[in-house]
T-cell receptor, first 114, second 116 residues
Framework: DAKTTQPPSMDCAEGRAANLPCNHSTISGNEYVYWYRQIHSQGPQYIIHGLKNNETNEMASLIITEDRKSSTLILPHATLRDTAVYYCIVRVNAGGTSYGKLTFGQGTILTVHP | GAVVSQHPSRVICKSGTSVKIECRSLDFQATTMFWYRQFPKQSLMLMATSNEGSKATYEQGVEKDKFLINHASLTLSTLTVTSAHPEDSSFYIC????????????FGPGTRLTVL
């Protein structure tokens, strides 16, 4: 899997949008971008994933640049409960020996403050 | 839906004993389960991948004789830490890949192991 680069930490005010960047400049054409988050002492929680197009679900939006070398996870209205470590992962979704594996980097510690 | 449970949530044991951790997919069938380990202030490290009915595939540097993985059914995988030592103290997390939605992986809540 390609490596990703994320800022180690970010702050956000409650109620504001949180924009978490991720660089994945060596991403391959068949690799998807996944976002997970981990609240302290819990298992990771799936947020969203995408290949080329921007994606949106009830939790967040994912914006992928046209060259696919970077992406941004957007939490539109951050709450205190969104404080967590956010992981950006690129992964092949079908075939290959790495099929299904998620390789976690250090992630971004997002702190939402009142 | 897509809930994964782990048991126990916390375990404290003496050095030299073995500890078994269970990972269950409660409302779906999982063809593949993954085991991760996470040390304090570090990221998750994949230990092994197990497919139902076959031997687990271990990541480089993970001792297969120390971390025994059994995946006997589509809803249960177990990780046994044999002859545990203090350096095995960690947060162990499993995840399960849904049989029908194989691009999605659901994580358990984790098991905190402390070896005295």
């Amino acid at each position: 899997d390609a490596k990703t680069t994320q800022p180690p930490s970010m702050d956000c005010a409650e109620g504001r949008a949180a924009n978490l960047p991720c660089n994945h400049s060596t991403i391959s054409g068949n690799e998807y971008v996944y976002w997970y988050r981990q609240i302290h002492s819990q298992g990771p929680q799936y947020i969203i994933h995408g290949l080329k197009n921007n994606e949106t679900n009830e939790m967040a939006s994912l914006i992928i640049t046209e060259d696919r070398k970077s992406s941004t996870l957007i939490l539109p209205h951050a709450t205190l409960r969104d404080t967590a470590v956010y992981y950006c992962i690129v992964r092949v979704n079908a075939g290959g020996t790495s099929y299904g594996k998620l390789t976690f980097g250090q992630g971004t510690i997002l702190t939402v403050h009142p | 839906g897509a809930v994964v449970s782990q048991h126990p949530s916390r375990v404290i044991c003496k050095s030299g004993t073995s500890v078994k951790i269970e990972c269950r997919s409660l409302d779906f069938q999982a063809t593949t389960m993954f085991w991760y380990r996470q040390f304090p202030k570090q990221s998750l490290m994949l230990m092994a991948t197990s497919n139902e009915g076959s031997k687990a595939t271990y990541e480089q540097g993970v001792e297969k004789d120390k971390f025994l993985i059994n995946h006997a059914s589509l809803t249960l995988s177990t990780l046994t830490v044999t002859s545990a030592h203090p350096e095995d103290s960690s947060f162990y997390i499993c995840s399960a890949r849904h049989r029908d939605f194989y691009n999605e992986q659901f994580f358990g809540p984790g098991t905190r192991l402390t070896v005295l």
